[in-house]
């Protein structure tokens, strides 16, 4: 299996652009996370999902982050218009729930400015 | 709110060197995991641990879970520079949501 796959690796956008995020999760995992990294707040979770419907959305900043899952294969994650305090490394995760571990993608570093 | 913290929060080591870190809350915990991040990547599961007191050993890591579920610790014997990264513990009280320690940055020198 290739892992959790995410698109692009690196993202430099100029503030107030729409920036979309792209995840294939690993095949047969029920579960999808999106987290955000930084030195300041460390990993945050934004939002889950159980069998592509979002679950928690309670740790989406405010009404410009937006995600969706689709299908079982794919989820993207939207910032519209991006600000400089959204930049950050944004991961990917899959997993097929219970005890067992979260299989994190590479991550996409976006730098707005 | 659960609070996982890590201590310490940097260290640089020599080659062959022991060491110890700590994962503390105040909440108890259903399972806890430690993973470990390089840099420019995810962090990848190294265990996880559900029972109190439990001990799991993974070649010179060792990970144990306390004895009343709210805290853990990694130790390494005989550091080594491929042992460099965030080791990160990420506890959950059941649902399907792990809260990530702040993190431990580790250096191992050659």
């Known amino acids: 299996d290739a892992g959790v796959i995410q698109s692009p690796r690196h993202e430099v956008t100029e503030m107030g652009q729409e920036v979309t995020l792209r995840c294939k999760p690993i095949?047969?995992?029920?579960?999808l996370f999106w987290y955000r990294q930084t030195m300041m707040r460390g990993l945050e979770l934004l939002i889950y999902f159980n069998n592509n419907v979002p679950i928690d959305d309670s740790g989406m900043p405010e009404d410009r982050f937006s995600a969706k899952m689709p299908n079982a294969s794919f989820s993207t994650l939207k910032i519209q218009p991006s600000e400089p305090r959204d930049s950050a490394v944004y991961f990917c995760?899959?997993?097929?729930?219970?005890?067992?571990?979260?299989?994190f993608g590479s991550g996409t570093r976006l730098t707005v400015v | 709110t659960q609070l996982l913290e890590q201590s310490p929060q940097f260290l640089s080591i020599q080659e062959g060197e022991n060491l110890t870190v700590y994962c503390n809350s105040s909440?108890?915990?259903?399972?806890l995991q430690w993973y470990r991040q390089e840099p420019g990547e995810g962090p990848v599961l190294l265990v996880t641990v559900v029972t109190g007191g439990e001990v799991k050993k993974l070649k010179r890591l060792t990970f144990q879970f306390g004895d009343a579920r709210k805290d853990s610790s990694l130790h390494i014997t005989a550091a080594q520079p491929g042992d460099t990264g965030l080791y990160l513990c990420?506890?959950?009280?059941?649902?399907?949501?792990?809260?990530f320690g702040t993190g431990t940055r580790l250096k191992v020198l050659a």
């Open positions: 995760a899959s997993s097929p729930g219970g005890a067992y571990g979260y299989t």
């Open positions: 095949s047969g995992h029920n579960s």
């Open positions: 909440s108890v915990f259903s399972s």
């Open positions: 990420a506890g959950t009280s059941g649902t399907y949501k792990y809260i």
